[in-house]
C-alpha cells in the first residue's frame, strides 16, 4: 500500500509569513495525526482528526495554527502568522483507527520547516 | 513535564551484541506503551508495542520489557545489527479520551561493525 504522502519535504519562510503544508494519508485510514517534533525532542501531538471530525487540538496553538481535513481524507496545516520557534518538522500519521492494539501510526516523511 | 522519558540521548554497541533501550513514565494512567524507529529525513516506522496486560512482547531480535511498578519499560535488540542504527523513541497512551500518544525524546543507537 502507498505511504502517507506529504508535501513539500522543506520551506524556508520569514517570520510574521504563512505558509501551509499538505497530507494524504493512506487508503482506508479514519484517523489522522500531525505532530510537530523539534530538533532533540519527540513527537509531539498538535491535533487528531477521527475521519473529518477533530478529536484532539489541545495542544495546537489555535492563535496561530489551524488544520482542516476536508471529506476525511487529506489534510492541510497551516501557520499565520509563523514565529521563529515553529521552525521544526511536521509529521502527518495516519492509521486505521484509533491508536491502540493493532492500529499503529503511519508516518509520513515530513515537512522540514525553517523560520528566519 | 516530561511524562515519558528516555534518559540516554545515545547509545552504541558492537554488531552482534545486544542493544538495552531505556525509557521511564510518569503517569500511571498510561496502559499502552509502543516503540519507534526513525532513520533520518524519515518518519519514525513502528516497531514493537506492549500492553499493560503483560510485561513482555517478542517479535523476533525485538523484545520489550514492561514493569509496571518501577513505571519502566525497556528494548532489547539481539543481536544488534548495523541496519539497527537509527533514533528509537519510546511512546505511551491511557485508554479513554484522545488516546493520544506521548514520546520521549529519543535515544540514538549506533551499531558498528
Known amino acids: 500500500e502507498a505511504g502517507v504522502a506529504q508535501s513539500p519535504r522543506y520551506k524556508i519562510i520569514e517570520k510574521r509569513q504563512s505558509v501551509a503544508f499538505w497530507c494524504n494519508p493512506i487508503?482506508?485510514?479514519?484517523?489522522l495525526y500531525w505532530y510537530q517534533q523539534i530538533l532533540g525532542q519527540g513527537p509531539k501531538l498538535l491535533i487528531q482528526f477521527q475521519n473529518n471530525g477533530v478529536v484532539d487540538d489541545s495542544q495546537l496553538p489555535k492563535d496561530r495554527f489551524s488544520a482542516e481535513r476536508l471529506k476525511g481524507v487529506d489534510s492541510t496545516l497551516k501557520i499565520q502568522p509563523a514565529k521563529l520557534e515553529d521552525s521544526a518538522v511536521y509529521l502527518c500519521?495516519?492509521?486505521?483507527?484509533?491508536?491502540?492494539?493493532?492500529?499503529?501510526?503511519?508516518f509520513g516523511n515530513g515537512t522540514r520547516l525553517t523560520v528566519t | 513535564d516530561q511524562q515519558v522519558k528516555q534518559n540516554s540521548p545515545s547509545l552504541s554497541v558492537q554488531e552482534g551484541r545486544i542493544s538495552i533501550l531505556n525509557c521511564d513514565y510518569t503517569n500511571s494512567m498510561f496502559d499502552y506503551f509502543l516503540w519507534y524507529k526513525k532513520y533520518p529525513a524519515e518518519g519514525p516506522t513502528f516497531l514493537i508495542s506492549?500492553?499493560?496486560?503483560?510485561d513482555k512482547n517478542e517479535d523476533g531480535r525485538f523484545t520489550v520489557f514492561l514493569n509496571k511498578s518501577a513505571k519502566h519499560l525497556s528494548l532489547h535488540i539481539v543481536p544488534s545489527q548495523p541496519g539497527d542504527s537509527a533514533v528509537y523513541f519510546c511512546?505511551?497512551?491511557?485508554?479513554?479520551?484522545?488516546?493520544?500518544?506521548?514520546f520521549g525524546k529519543g535515544t540514538k543507537l549506533t551499531v558498528n561493525p
Open positions: 511512546a505511551a497512551s491511557a485508554l479513554g479520551g484522545s488516546e493520544k500518544l506521548v
Open positions: 487508503s482506508g485510514h479514519a484517523t
Open positions: 506492549i500492553s499493560s496486560i503483560k
Open positions: 500519521a495516519s492509521s486505521r483507527q484509533r491508536q491502540r492494539s493493532n492500529s499503529p501510526l503511519h
